[in-house]
């Protein structure tokens, strides 16, 4: 009504009316008003959507304490990213209604929202791509933390297997005691390769997680394996040599236990006193012949025991050491014996025979 009355006085060359000039004035600008309101709605929610985007990407860069912590915010990250488009997509629709009544304003916040929606989707891409990075760096944690339970595992082992007391008591023992030891040094073989492969894994996980304590916890793994092993090894030749020299003595031990053991068996024999006076003394002058071979065999446990290589604290205490006095004890005191009675012999044979 009000164009068709500004027509009609247009074309009778007549001015409108203040009073409708006026009111025209106020409905234009209350109109421009109304643009300029939405046009800062829609500014104000393309900011937001704006600075939620670039939020989104600067936390994709944050690295995380540990993986379910990365997981939970990347993921919380990609809901955050998909809102955002879900968002421009509306805001798309309400510019595009809005273009209707204002085409100019429409093309600028049009421009705007498809600018928006290219950051969007890279910031997606962005999340995409993270969410990749996790699950193969999830792996590499679960690598990594299971060669560490396997290190630690047998940095345990190897402390406890050192730091006990050494049993000396028998070349069986020993040997129980060496193959433990070289089973400990077997299972170590691969544990630099471990150490080496986590190293790896620490540089690889630097992008996504906060590994900064990492190589510090691999050099204090490789320090500890080295050392344990360094000792595992010394104690493992100390073991070997130890064992070597307790089963030689074993054998010296058991051939003179052997021979004293024959003489007993001779001597206490219910034959022997059945015999003659002079059979009896032929028979025991014959054992002490035979005891000579003592000697050599006393000097043979000597010579091993002397040639031990064990704490001398140990040598005294070691069973079979007790053993070979045992019986150094009774050879000597069996041709003691022996000796007597052959004495005691010789005079009754003389005596009878006389």
Partial sequence: MTELQQSKYQDLQSGLPSEISMQLAEVA???LHGFLDVKEDFSSRLQDIEAKLKSISDKLEDKAADMKEAKEETKALCEECESCGCSLAELGVAVQEFGEQNPLLCKQLGDAVAKLAEVQLHTAQQAHERVNRLKKAEKQVEEYQSMKKFILGWIE???????????????????????????????CRGLHGDLEVMGEREGQLADVLKTEGWSQQVKHLSRCTEELQQSAKTRLQSLQDAAKDVLRLEAEVKNLHAAVDQIQVTLASPDLNKLSLREQ?????????EMESFKQQVV?????????RLPEEVVASLPICRTAQTLQQEASQLQHTTIQQCNILQVTWEASGS
């Fill in 281 to 289: 003394l032929t028979q025991r002058q014959h054992l002490l012949v």
């Fill in 29 to 31: 600008l209350t109109k």
């Fill in 157 to 187: 082992k190897a402390e406890a297997l050192i730091s006990g007391n050494i049993i000396w008591n028998s070349a069986s023992q020993l040997q129980e005691q060496i193959r433990a030891h070289q089973s400990l040094l077997r299972e």
């Fill in 300 to 308: 043979a446990v000597q010579r091993c025991q002397s040639a031990l």
